[in-house]
């Protein structure tokens, strides 16, 4: 198992225990991932087709035109600002656009484009002269199935005749009623509710399916069980889209039973690193000098932003009001917030409304935001033996050098025994962390 994927396996403990180390579950990690992030995730890393059938040539294209699209659609496409298509698009798009449909396993991290490339896909695929579901894309939670919609709606926005029909929760359609929209994106539950109970719609003609988010949804409770009784009542010749950000057996084995015949491509992650990472120090005797220099670093932050990460909710509660009491714009994210205040969170610190955000490890995943320039360690990461955790500080600090941008990173030790755990990261990389004096903060570079 790599390290994110075990880091997705971890679910929500400690929701209720503000001293608790916090983490969120999959669906929710995934959820602020796409939130936070402006743009796509570029790679280095050149796409590795796993698995196809010999028979079946492959393609790639490197721009939109080239895959014949409905005009109004390449328009919205084209709306949304992309250029050409990313990396995992390049691939994804010609198969799953091919005639006949060709399926399709594909598995890059969260912000390559998969949703981009599978919703282009629904939309061009509807025969919007039939006034039935023809589309399916399952994903596992409200949140993330609304996320999707979203990105559907904006990309159909010069195809107003394709129709979109949310199946979630709180949707509630007339008993005896027949969908006439073209697609469906809904949560497992409703989709089996209004396709084999209530049959509102015909599973049988749904001739395209789309997995999201794969891996989530087999950590998700009971969710497993109902995509595969889904997936049982589609008829032989509907073409299978899935997806998945991790790529450990357990969801290849989900795959392979969802999906048959298909071509499988791969992006790997690009490894972190702290390459571009200068990293510093600052010796502190109690709680109340290491908010002092929190201050004194949140003065110097100038034209970027800072993310500090403390260990429990408790002090990132504490250092918050501290900190709003004296007039700083902090934004907080914890667990005990609800989905829309996190949204909203994220909103706005992506959007530069605050340029200090404070937040536990339910954020050391995806805050590769290009305009954070400094991450403050208040409390450094320890493993459940209260052991260095050399793997989140990489998350927390690390870049994948796409940005080529530098960082800095601070660590407020405050006992020997930080000391003795910021000496282990230190000697864990291989790279030097720098003594900074607080009371003289112009040393940053
Ligand atoms: P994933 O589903 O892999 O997490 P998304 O499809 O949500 O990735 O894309 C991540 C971000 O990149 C989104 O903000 C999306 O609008 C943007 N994006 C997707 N495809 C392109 C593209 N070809 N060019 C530019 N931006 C893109």
């Excluded at 450990?248 to 990472?277: G, W």
């Amino acid at each position: 198992i790599s390290s994110d994927e075990s880091s997705r396996k971890k679910g929500s403990i400690g929701q209720n225990d503000e001293d608790a180390p916090e983490q969120f579950s999959p669906a929710e990690a995934s959820l602020l991932a796409k939130v936070i992030r402006k743009g796509l995730v570029e790679s280095k890393n050149d796409i590795e087709v796993q698995r196809r059938d010999p028979k079946s040539p492959l393609y790639s294209v490197k721009t939109f035109e080239a895959l014949n699209l409905n005009p109004n659609l390449l328009k919205g496409v084209y709306e949304m600002g992309f250029n050409a298509p990313s990396k995992i698009q390049e691939t994804a798009l010609p198969t799953l656009l091919a005639d006949p449909p060709q399926n399709l396993i594909a598995q890059a991290q969260s912000g390559t484009g998969k949703t981009a490339a599978f919703v282009l896909a629904m939309l061009s695929r509807v025969d919007s002269t039939k006034k039935y579901p023809q589309v399916l894309c399952l994903s596992p939670t409200y949140e993330l199935a609304i996320q999707t919609g979203e990105v559907a709606a904006h990309m159909a926005k010069f195809c107003p005749e394709i129709e979109m029909k949310f199946a979630v929760r709180g949707e509630e359609v007339p008993k005896g009623t027949e969908l006439t929209e073209h697609i469906i994106i809904g949560t497992p539950g409703k989709v089996l509710d209004w396709g084999l109970k209530f049959k509102i719609f015909d599973l049988k003609k749904i001739h395209v399916f789309v997995l999201d988010e794969a891996d989530v949804m087999i950590a998700t409770q009971g969710h497993q069980d109902q995509c595969i009784r889904i997936h049982k009542n589609l008829s032989s010749s509907c073409q299978m889209m899935f997806f998945s950000a991790t790529y450990d057996q357990e969801v290849m084995d989900f795959a392979e039973h969802i999906v048959k015949n298909p071509i499988t491509i791969r992006l790997k992650r690009e490894e972190e690193s702290l390459d571009n990472i200068t990293q510093y120090y600052v010796r502190c005797a109690n709680q109340q000098e290491k908010y002092n220099a929190v201050t004194n670093i949140y003065g110097t932050v100038g034209v970027g932003q800072a993310i500090i990460f403390c260990h429990t909710r408790k002090t990132a509660a504490w250092l918050s009001e501290k900190m709003a009491k004296d007039g700083h714009a902090v934004a907080v994210l914890t667990g005990d917030l609800t989905v829309e205040q996190r949204i909203n969170v994220l909103d706005r610190f992506r959007q530069g409304q605050e340029k200090v955000l404070i937040t536990t490890n339910v954020l050391s995943r995806g805050i590769d935001v290009e305009q954070v320039t400094i991450v403050v360690n208040f409390d450094l990461p320890i493993d459940v033996n209260k052991k260095a955790d050399c793997e989140t500080y990489l998350h927390r600090i690390g870049r994948t050098g796409r940005f080529g941008k530098r960082g800095i990173a601070i660590n407020l030790v405050d006992s020997e025994q930080s000391m003795a755990i910021l000496k282990t990261i230190e000697k864990h990389f291989n790279r030097k962390i720098n003594y900074l004096n607080a009371e003289d903060s112009d040393e940053i570079e």
